[in-house]
T-cell receptor, first 114, second 110 residues
Framework: DGGITQSPKYLFRKEGQNVTLSCEQN?????MYWYRQDPGQGLRLIYY???????QKGDIAEGYSVSREKKESFPLTVTSAQKNPTAFYLC?????????????FGDGTRLSIL | EDQVTQSPEALRLQEGESSSLNCSYTVSGLRGLFWYRQDPGKGPEFLFT???AGEEKEKERLKATLTKKESFLHITAPKPEDSATYLC???????????FGKGTRLHILP
């Protein structure tokens, strides 16, 4: 079955630690995205990538980093510079960013602070 | 500034009691409006895309409609399994961004 796989489902971060969230898709989509979801707020875009080896900052990129070395994979690193990392993180993909096709989402990673 | 507002924030209905969820938007040129369903602890699941005023899409007990200022998600004779958060998102012509509303939490009582 084609889809987006996020791992782990739950992740705990210690003070000063960087953690990496995994996102893999087998939909053959060019564009991939990372969103952050907080209670009572809409999804906010962290980073997006339209093609391998290229990515752009979204609205709330500070304290986060990404890479796109393979079409299928778009990992997100939450660095120690992100002072409020507790949230539900969602990865999405679409055929191409400029197309009007919908984004499809993974089932998220919930990040908490120890 | 582009904006998406969903109402109500939460809605409780009896099983079989039809109702509508609202998504009001202000964007400089609408490229598309998307509806998603999100269950607790899961990612959003795509439901519909609407592109122009007057367009309607249906799926089982759900029907989405679009005007120049808002979209409605009509739920006819809902069942408890329709309980979820419903998200609306719009894509703007200006910068190709997708803006999400905060969602409506729907609870259907058996």
């Amino acid at each position: 079955d084609g889809g987006i796989t996020q791992s782990p489902k739950y992740l705990f971060r210690k003070e000063g630690q960087n953690v990496t969230l995994s996102c893999e898709q087998n939909l053959n989509h060019d564009a991939m995205y990372w969103y952050r979801q907080d209670p009572g707020q809409g999804l906010r875009l962290i980073y997006y990538s339209q093609i391998v080896n290229d990515f752009q900052k979204g609205d709330i990129a500070e304290g986060y980093s990404v890479s796109r070395e393979k079409k299928e994979s778009f990992p997100l690193t939450v660095t120690s510079a992100q002072k409020n990392p507790t949230a539900f993180y969602l990865c999405a993909s679409s055929i191409r960013r400029e197309s009007n096709q919908p984004q499809h989402f993974g089932d998220g990673t919930r990040l908490s602070i120890l | 500034e582009d904006q998406v507002t969903q109402s109500p924030e939460a809605l409780r209905l009896q099983e079989g009691e039809s109702s509508s969820l609202n998504c009001s938007y202000t964007v400089s040129g609408l490229r598309g409006l998307f509806w998603y369903r999100q269950d607790p602890g899961k990612g959003p699941e795509f439901l519909f895309t609407l592109y122009s005023a007057g367009e309607e899409k249906e799926k089982e007990r759900l029907k989405a409609t679009l005007t120049k200022k808002e979209s409605f998600l009509h739920i006819t004779a809902p069942k408890p399994e329709d309980s979820a958060t419903y998200l609306c998102a719009v894509r703007s012509n200006r910068d190709d961004k997708i803006i999400f509303g905060k969602g409506t939490r729907l609870h259907i009582l058996p």
